[in-house]
Structures are given as C-alpha cells and as structure tokens.
C-alpha cells in the first residue's frame, strides 16, 4: 500500500495544487481516466470545505490530504482539524459557536461531493473531521518478456 501526504496553510490558493497532485497520483494508482476529472472537482470541493472551516475557527494547523493506493482501489482521505458538533452531545448542542461552518454551505459541499464519489465516508468530531473518498482501480497490464 502506498501513500502520499499532502499538508498544506488553509488558504484557497493551495487547493488547486492539492487537486493537481491528487489527479496526478490517481492516475499512477489506475483510477479510469474517465474519472479523473470527478476526482479532481471532489479533492478541490473536500480541500475548500476544509480550508473554509479552518478559517473560520481561526484554525492555523494545516489541511491534510492522504492519497492512498491499495489493491483495489485508491483513497483520499482531506482531514480538517475544526472542532464539529457531536450528534447527541449536549456540550456540542447550541454550542459557542466557535469554529461552525454555515450549515447550509456544509451541506452543499458535502452534497457535491457525494454526487461525484460512490464511496464517501464522512467522520466528524470534537477535534476534527475528515471525508474519505475511494475509487476502483485497474491494475496496470503486466508485460511479458
């Protein structure tokens, strides 16, 4: 399994680079070329919901993209370190306020990105969050001396 990890300052600026590296690295895993571009517009839209969220909360750790070739399939996992309300946790409730993205804008995003990847896992907690998007992959023709 290899794994490449792109950190880079929440600002717009870095996630173009962020969807150039993650389509470069994609079509070195084997995802279809058909897909490339599906993949670029989900990295750019998961980097620029993370980046939002940092500014807001005033956050200055950096995004944190891992691109993950496995057997199968490729990964890409955009980590966010904002601070996300808990389901069902009373502190996160009506909370202070602190670091809480617009919920209609989090919505559209993540909307977005679940209409251009199959496979999307969204994990969220006090300490951050993180989407996880995975692709099939084909592996590369063998050659035969």
Known sequence: MATVELRFSALPEHVRTAR???AAVA????VDEAVLDEVR????????RA?????IGGISAP???LLIEEEKQFSIEVGDE??????GDPASAGGSGGGEAEPEEDEMGL?????????VEVSAGEHGGSIRMRWPTT???TLID
């Open 111 to 119: 909307a977005v990105i679940s209409g251009l990847v199959d496979d």
């Open 82 to 87: 904002a601070p996300h309300a808990v389901p």
């Open 20 to 22: 150039l590296v993650a």
């Open 51 to 55: 980046v939002g969220l940092h500014q």
């Open 41 to 48: 517009l989900a990295v750019g839209e998961a980097c620029s």
């Open 27 to 30: 079509r070195r895993a084997g």
């Open 63 to 65: 995004v944190k993209v």
């Open 139 to 141: 592996p590369p023709p």
